[in-house]
């Protein structure tokens, strides 16, 4: 029968034969070498990116892995996959996939941003660092690295670096009220004399700052009266120190300690600052009353060091000697009130408290501190707890602590409609102000309207999850 071109040919393969076909055999060979990666590379790159848009980013990782090694002419596609590992919770696949981006010199200001924080969460801060410098060195000056570094080095308490990635991230971006402050806070340290301004633009950019803003610059005005640099010292670290900055408070005492060694109260500050940070004592607070034994500060300092750890009998006795020293300071008399309280003489602590609130009649924190022991231990809620709250507000009108004290003394006199209204006024002042939405929760759970309960019981579990208040409100949830 005639062959027809479409009949197959079972003729024996011989070698004349392959040497015709074999043009036809590379090329087939070769396009399903090229072109078969090729199309299944732009099928993964497609399926990677709408599994990102769809909130899969491991499985976007996973593909676009795919797709990078498959597509040698789009680099790029390393950084994407990742980003999407990174997003995925995939730490260190991600670093590996953003190292690929690296090699290849494709990484944008996100790729290198995200590759610092992953070294960073790592526990490589040299390496997150080293990252956050190349970028700068590949992409030009930018104030989101320049951020990034100034908290490196400020975590890692290399303060003269620091200060330099501040000062370049200001060059930046001038109305960064973070940085100003931030940056004031390091030249009270090392140049008192440069530290008012920045801190007055800090607070010119930001509202938030100026109550920090005019205690440290009050302090940075009275320290210029005292002769001896180290009195210096321990005034403006008691001023960081109000701010909660003990880190840099603490290099202050130390130097004042160093300046003048027999000096009990910069020991005494020495041990306030190293309790704050967690560091252990040595025996500064018995040199301290050793060389001070007259110093009210000093009894002060080691009273609260009692109360911290559990000692309120010797508190008490620290707390008093004080205020045989220093009869007229209310800080002192507060402070003794606690005492008593946590050893359960409640008479005698609301006699202390009532002394501090005479004593400082125009000071709201007094007549807080007067309200919240009412309000923690049931005494007098009406005549007294009720009245020192609503004196703390007319005082300081626009400090939620106090807005928060007074919606809790109007909940526990039954005002529940008034309590509501403060306690919203307080965290409209303050959002991350736990307490008062934990508050604000309890109103919520006597009316019924469990879901607005519930979300403020979690943002009290969200701002302060190791605190007294955050287990509150999860007994309040009904979870462990």
Not at 229 to 235: A, D, T, W
Not at 258 to 285: C, F, S, T, V, Y
Request: hydrophobic share 45%; aromatic share 8%.
């Amino acid at each position: 029968m005639e062959s027809r071109w479409w009949s197959v040919d079972r003729r024996p393969w011989t070698v004349d034969r392959l040497k015709r076909w074999a043009p036809l055999l590379f090329a087939l060979a070769l396009f399903v070498a090229l072109f078969v990666p090729l199309l299944d590379g732009l099928i993964a790159r497609q399926r990677g990116r709408w599994a990102a848009e769809h909130g899969n980013p491991a499985e976007a990782a996973r593909l676009l892995e795919h797709a990078a090694r498959n597509l040698p002419s789009a680099p790029a596609l390393w950084e994407e996959a990742g980003l999407a590992a990174y997003r995925a919770g995939e730490h260190p696949r991600a670093i590996h996939l953003l190292e690929e981006a690296r090699v290849r010199q494709v990484l944008t200001a996100e790729g290198w941003d995200a590759l610092g924080l992953l070294y960073w969460e790592q526990n490589e801060p040299s390496l997150a660092i080293a990252c956050w410098q190349e970028a700068l060195a590949h992409l030009g000056p930018s104030a989101r690295f320049y951020m990034r570094l100034a908290l490196a080095y400020r975590h890692l308490e290399n303060w003269s670096k620091e200060q330099e990635a501040l000062e370049k991230w200001i060059e930046i971006k001038g109305d960064d009220a973070y940085a100003h402050y931030r940056l004031g806070l390091l030249f009270l340290t090392e140049d008192p004399s440069r530290a008012a301004a920045e801190l007055a633009l800090a607070a010119s950019l930001d509202p938030r700052l100026v109550s920090a803003e005019t205690s440290l610059s009050a302090a940075l005005s009275a320290a210029r009266a005292f002769e001896r640099q180290s009195e210096r010292h321990i005034l403006l670290g008691r001023a960081l120190g109000a701010v909660e900055e003990w880190k840099l408070a603490l290099r202050l005492f130390e130097r004042a300690a160093q300046e003048d060694p027999q000096n009990g109260e910069a020991l005494a500050w020495l041990a306030e600052a190293r309790q704050h940070l967690g560091q252990p004592l040595q025996d500064e607070l018995e040199q301290a009353k050793r060389l001070a034994p007259r110093s009210p500060t000093v009894h002060l300092l080691r009273g609260l060091h009692a109360l911290r750890n559990g000692k309120n009998a010797q508190a008490v006795i620290e707390f008093r000697q004080a205020s045989e020293l220093q009869p007229r300071e209310a800080a002192i008399w507060i402070a003794l009130g606690e005492a008593y309280a946590q050893l359960g003489d409640l008479p005698l602590a609301f006699s202390a408290y009532r002394r501090a609130t005479q004593l400082a009649p125009s000071n709201a924190e007094t007549w807080r501190a007067l309200a919240m022991f009412c309000a923690t231990y049931g005494i007098e809620l009406d005549e007294s707890g009720l009245r020192a709250a609503r004196q703390a507000v007319i005082l300081e009108p626009d400090d939620p602590r106090n807005l928060d004290t007074l919606g809790w003394l109007l909940l526990l006199n039954g005002d529940l409609e008034n309590a509501e209204r403060t306690l919203t006024q307080a965290l409209d002042l303050s959002p991350e102000l736990a307490s008062a939405h934990l508050h604000l929760a309890t109103i919520y759970l006597y009316h019924g309207r469990l879901q607005e309960a519930q979300h403020h019981l979690l943002e009290v579990i969200r701002l302060e999850p190791e605190s007294p208040l955050a287990e509150t409100a999860r007994r309040m949830l009904g979870t462990p």
